[in-house]
């Protein structure tokens, strides 16, 4: 009959002499699209969309610029879209503003093959895809980076999750994305700290694992702080493809051991520490990134000329590679503090990342508490630049 299923299993039941083992894989496979302007990106979302319902996600400052435009495109293409906007800023991306959406999602009809579109930067980006991950035991969404930090980081590789006050991204899941569209056109609305704080997640990466990245950055900044639109496609598009390559190692990240993490360890620490939001994401992995360099110095791992070509190109970025150079200064005890609770959460180790070339790193956990303060207080000279 029309609508009706039938299904035969028969399974036969097993002998009392053992436990019952099982095994459960899930794998993903998703597009990046890395689009110069709005028609473009457009025309990539509502093929990925394919005539599905979409909720929107975004925030109340992306929501005026673009993501407007956006649900009015889909509309009249007969996509049937529903729109909410949270405040914008790090302070959202909590659990409470998660139960929120959660409970919108809830009161709509959105159904389970729908579509969540997260329309912003890192914040909504990790919110969305968290909230989508738990929603009717997951949804799929699609991640519209309108930040430099998103575009080459944040909407890859589905890391999700909210802050808490004892620990950033304490709360989350892995959940990777249905597609991702990220339009560098997009970019040239920001502000220049914002540029200096993506340009941040790019370099981490090209430290770790490409030096013809490295190379790129370094040969087109001044095009890219200009927010140049053609190096900006380049870079997105390399640091995005590194990136899945780096993850696509270990997705679910079983081993902890992880050279994504470069400048994340006391990055981190200085986000929970500052309140959640006067450091940006990527203030705080370049300061990060800066100690790590200067405890790969002193335990003689890296030579002088790469620590200087790495703090220099931090520097000519115009991020901060000092405390002092942070938008609020952080004590070094309090650092210290939050790393001991990032040991716990990571299992017990504290896994510092420490490059020992430009394209290459180690993984140590076994930094003391004194060489972590050393590197903390460090002063500009400690690195000095090359000619």
Request: charged share 20%; glycine share 8%.
């Amino acid at each position: 009959m029309d609508g009706v299923l039938a299904v035969r299993d028969d399974q036969p039941i097993p002998a009392l002499d053992g436990p019952i083992t099982t095994s459960v894989q899930r794998t993903s496979t998703y597009s990046i699209h890395v689009t110069s302007d709005e028609g473009s990106a457009l025309q990539a979302l509502v093929e990925e969309i394919g005539g599905r319902t979409v909720a929107i996600i975004t925030d109340e400052i992306v929501d005026k610029i673009f993501t407007e435009r956006i649900g009015e495109w889909l509309s009249d293409g007969g996509v049937k879209v529903r729109k909410i906007a949270i405040p914008a800023g790090e302070r959202s991306k909590s659990l409470a503003t998660a139960s929120q959406l959660l409970d919108w999602l809830a009161q709509t009809d959105t159904r389970r093959r729908d579509i969540l579109l997260a329309v912003g930067g890192g914040v909504v980006i990790d919110t969305v895809g968290w909230v989508a991950s738990a929603y009717m035991r997951g949804i799929p969404y699609i991640n519209v980076p309108t930040t430099l930090l998103a575009q080459v980081d944040a909407a890859i590789g589905g890391k999700v999750g909210v802050d808490h006050d004892i620990a950033k991204n304490l709360i989350g899941a892995f959940y990777a994305p249905h597609a991702v569209v990220s339009c560098v056109g997009c970019l040239t609305t920001l502000d220049s700290r914002q540029v200096r704080s993506g340009l941040a997640e790019a370099i981490k990466m090209a430290v770790i694992s490409s030096p013809q990245l490295f190379a790129f950055i370094d040969r087109q900044l001044e095009s890219l702080l200009a927010l140049d639109v053609s190096s900006l496609r380049s870079l997105v598009h390399a640091a995005s493809a590194i990136k899945c390559a780096l993850v696509e190692r270990d997705p679910y990240e079983i081993d902890l051991r992880r050279t994504l993490n470069f400048g994340h360890t006391v990055g981190h620490a200085v986000e929970t520490v500052t309140g959640y939001g006067p450091v940006l994401h990527g203030e705080a992995v370049a300061y990060g990134m800066a100690v790590a360099v200067r405890v790969a110095m002193a335990r003689r791992v890296l030579a002088p000329a790469a620590a200087s070509r790495i703090v220099g190109i931090l520097r000519a970025v115009g991020l901060p590679t000092v405390p002092e150079e942070l938008p609020v200064t952080p004590a070094a005890d309090d650092v210290i503090a939050a790393l001991a609770k990032i040991r716990q959460v990571r299992d017990g180790s504290l896994l510092f990342v420490l490059p020992t070339s430009i394209g290459s790193a180690l993984i140590v956990e076994d930094v003391s508490d004194d060489e972590i303060r050393a590197a903390l207080c460090g002063r500009r000279s400690a690195v000095t630049l090359s000619p």
